[in-house]
């Protein structure tokens, strides 16, 4: 789970994220959304199965937030 708290997020990232989500559905499929009620948005990954590649889950999520991650994957 990557959370986004409200210091760190940019003004309409909530809807950027949707936006993304909906454009790219196989993509982005299993990866879900939440913004609880202290504004701390959620990008989360439904687990898959075993052996599932755990990086490129993890990018996934990075991606879907907009946050680059070639440096550390």
């Known amino acids: 789970m990557l959370n986004l ?6 003004p309409g ?3 950027r994220l949707l936006r993304r989500r909906a454009q790219h ?3 982005y499929d299993g990866c879900y959304l ?5 504004n701390i948005l959620s990008c989360w990954y439904q687990l898959r ?3 599932a590649d755990d990086k490129h ?3 996934q999520l990075f991606q879907l937030a ?3 991650t070639e440096v550390w994957i």
């Open 5 to 10: 708290y409200p210091p760190f997020q940019a």
């Open 13 to 15: 990232i909530f809807q």
């Open 25 to 27: 559905p196989d993509y």
């Open 34 to 38: 939440c913004l609880n009620s202290e």
């Open 49 to 51: 199965e075993e052996g």
């Open 57 to 59: 889950q993890i990018a």
């Open 66 to 68: 907009g946050i680059e």
